[in-house]
């Protein structure tokens, strides 16, 4: 397995993972179908995100085909650019197989070099595989964001979760 950052040429298979990973699992923001990017869209974004010193998006690569990313998000003001919100996808058939801890890890040493000194995301509070991923990796719960989505016909609470690095 390959963990990298991602290239402009990743653009439309990356697209495809992401409304992949979405119709998978029952926790990301949204929801089957709903995401409406296209690779040009896309392609644009990642120009945005390697022009900036704080934020960038890695990709978990597996003979060829594209299987997890983490894309994290800098701060873009004085006071917060030391801050990174992330977001994490894996294909459902790679999960609970290091793919996540190996992403993490290389997110840190990115991060380190950028002087990121905090990671910050949410979890829907009944996803049990994502929180212990983020435990496993030094993530602390830092509180509850109540009713935050709604899922399945019912409104489910997030934690904020971080590390300080």
């Keep these: 397995m390959l963990i990298r950052e991602i290239k402009l ?6 697209v495809n993972l992401i409304k992949q990973v979405e119709n998978e699992s029952k926790f990301m923001l949204f929801e089957s179908g709903e995401r409406r990017i296209t690779p040009e869209e896309q392609v644009k974004r990642i120009e945005v995100m390697r022009k900036s010193e704080n934020s ?3 990709i978990a690569e597996e003979e060829n085909q594209l299987i997890g990313y983490l894309i ?3 701060g873009n003001a004085k006071r917060n650019q ?3 919100y992330l977001v994490i996808g894996i294909l ?12 993490f890890e290389q997110l840190e040493k990115w991060a380190k070099d950028q002087n990121v000194h905090r990671l910050e995301l949410t979890v829907v509070t009944r996803n ?3 929180l212990r991923l983020y435990k496993k990796m030094g993530f ?3 509180g509850t964001k109540k009713h935050s ?3 399945e016909g019912n409104f489910v609470d997030e934690y904020y979760m971080s590390k300080i690095l």
């Design 9 to 14: 040429a990743d653009a439309e298979r990356f």
């Design 56 to 58: 960038t998006i890695l």
């Design 92 to 103: 459902i058939q790679y999960r609970g197989l290091g793919v996540g801890t190996k992403l």
């Design 140 to 142: 602390d719960i830092e």
């Design 82 to 84: 030391h801050s990174v």
């Design 149 to 151: 989505l709604y899922i």
């Design 72 to 74: 994290a998000i800098g």
């Design 128 to 130: 049990e595989a994502g």
